[in-house]
């Protein structure tokens, strides 16, 4: 009995792993699909928001079904709680990348301001913590889920900046204000992005530590 | 702050040559209900009579260190265990009710201690029966054998009959495993008020009514006091590894 509901929650880990791989993607693929205009890859952005979208549902199915069947304690109490709640903001950072690909898809035809630089970097920073947070979830690794909660201040500038950047250039032309209302809300998916990945890190810690790290 | 209802210092506790309980030293909290788990033969129901001296009866047993309840040493010379049971009632698993009438078990436990009008009979049983929620089941067949009782009626009346004696402190050795659902609840929600009046101490081995119904709950394991803390931290958090292995599932 108990055996097999150690097995049913590592399944579960692993599903909650697949799911923020897909998470990941869809966020670096999303500006991919942006910064080359590539409609097909946005195409599949979309695609694939709504298997995310599918495993969240059936991950917290799953994790209540084994609440209510085994009452688990302690670790196993912890990191069901976690992964109730680490699917939420993993959907929303799948749903992210589905915003940036379309996006992507109202741009078709127009041209870019200026080759973009700052917004795939953000995207590669906010999929890194991502990783991160996902690989201390799965190795129950303690220092990696600390490490993801500093670099989001970073991802805060470069959103800042983006911002900055793309009021000048509207200043400049009015012919860039569409394109760079875009940029402005594709840099704060990222940021907002960013900021579910250290959720997710700190929900991690949550499970491995029971500490509970609060905002300040 | 009220000073701790029980103090058990440096227990041990002895079985002919086997060693029960391996110095225990713990403190229980007034007016709060402590649960004991662990798994079996892990001491807990040893403790759990320790407390008002239930296992002097058993040939070879002994005890060294000390029991205090309030400021009284109740492993003392010329300690007096009736009137120590008086304060320190107990509820057993199965439930024991004499073959006597409702009413006369409720007060069989007075009457012994004293002698009471016919009138403050019926106040003591009317209050007891009510604090043991089972007043308004059996109000119109006083009279009736206990024995034509359920289960759970049984058990709460064995409850009812220990609080006629109005104790300070009450234990409870698994006092809802032999009961069903919907008994066992009416039982946790009567512990749950129970606490606003006396001391509970109740040893579980069902780890989900322990986390329902505790504020403290205390882990043993092999004789020994493993972990002793709030119930929200024994099953969240626990601090022991063995704890966190026992409550998880993850034992042996």
């Known amino acids: ?216 | 702050m009220e000073p701790d209802a029980i103090e058990a210092d440096g227990l041990q506790a002895y079985y002919g040559k086997t060693h029960a309980l391996k110095t225990i030293n713990l403190r229980i909290p007034p007016r709060q209900v402590t649960a004991i788990i662990g798994p079996s033969g892990c001491g807990k129901s040893t403790f759990l009579r320790c407390l008002n001296r239930m296992n002097d009866t058993i040939p070879g047993f002994r005890v060294e260190g000390s029991v205090h309840i309030g400021d009284a040493d109740i492993y003392a010379k010329g300690v007096d265990v009736v009137a120590l049971r008086r304060d320190v009632g107990m509820v057993f698993q199965k439930p024991n009710p004499f073959p006597k009438s409702i009413r006369d078990n409720v007060l069989f436990g007075p009457r012994l201690h004293r002698h009471l009008s016919r009138r403050e009979q019926d106040e003591l049983l009317e209050s007891s029966l009510r604090r043991a929620a089972l007043w308004d089941e059996v109000k119109d067949r006083l009279g009736a054998d206990a024995f034509s009782l359920s289960g759970g009626q049984q058990q709460r009346l064995c409850i009812a009959r220990a609080l006629a004696v109005n104790p300070r402190i009450l234990l409870m050795d698994e006092p809802a495993s032999a009961l069903d659902p919907i008994a066992t609840s009416k039982i946790e929600d009567l512990i749950r008020e129970l606490r606003e009046q006396l001391t509970v101490v109740i040893v579980t081995h069902n780890m989900q009514q322990a986390a329902r119904i505790s504020d403290q709950t205390a882990y043993f394991y092999l004789g020994e006091l493993v972990e002793f803390g709030p119930t929200n931290q024994i099953f969240e958090n626990p601090r022991d590894p063995r704890t966190e292995a026992y409550v998880t599932g993850r034992f042996g």
């Not at chain 1, 992210?96 to 078709?108: H, L, S, W």
């Not at chain 1, 793309?166 to 569409?178: F, G, K, Q």
């Not at chain 1, 760079?180 to 992005?193: D, G, K």
């Open chain 1, 1 to 216: 009995m108990t055996r097999q509901f150690h097995e049913q929650l590592t399944t579960l880990q692993q599903h909650v792993v697949q799911m923020g791989q897909l998470a990941s993607t869809n966020l670096v693929e999303g500006v991919r699909s942006l910064a080359d205009l590539d409609m097909a890859l946005a195409d599949r952005v979309i695609k694939r928001d709504g298997d995310i979208n599918r495993l969240d549902v059936e991950i917290e199915r799953d994790a209540l079904e084994l609440l209510a069947r085994n009452q688990p304690m302690a670790t196993d109490l912890r990191t069901l709680g976690a992964i109730l709640k680490m699917i939420t903001y993993l959907d929303r950072i799948g749903r992210y990348g589905y915003d940036i690909a379309r996006a992507a898809q109202a741009m078709k035809g127009k041209e870019h301001v200026r080759k973009l630089v700052a917004i795939p970097h953000m995207a590669e920073l906010a999929s890194a913590m991502l990783n991160d947070a996902l690989k201390a979830f799965e190795t129950r690794n303690e220092k990696l889920a600390r490490g993801v909660f500093p670099r989001d201040e970073v991802v805060d500038a470069f959103n800042d900046q983006v911002f900055r950047e793309c009021i000048t250039y509207m200043i400049e032309d009015a012919r860039n204000i569409s394109t760079c209302a875009y940029y402005i809300l594709v840099s704060r998916h990222l940021e907002r992005a960013a900021d579910n990945a250290m959720k997710i890190a700190e929900k991690t810690l949550y499970m491995i530590t029971g500490e509970r790290r609060l905002k300040l």
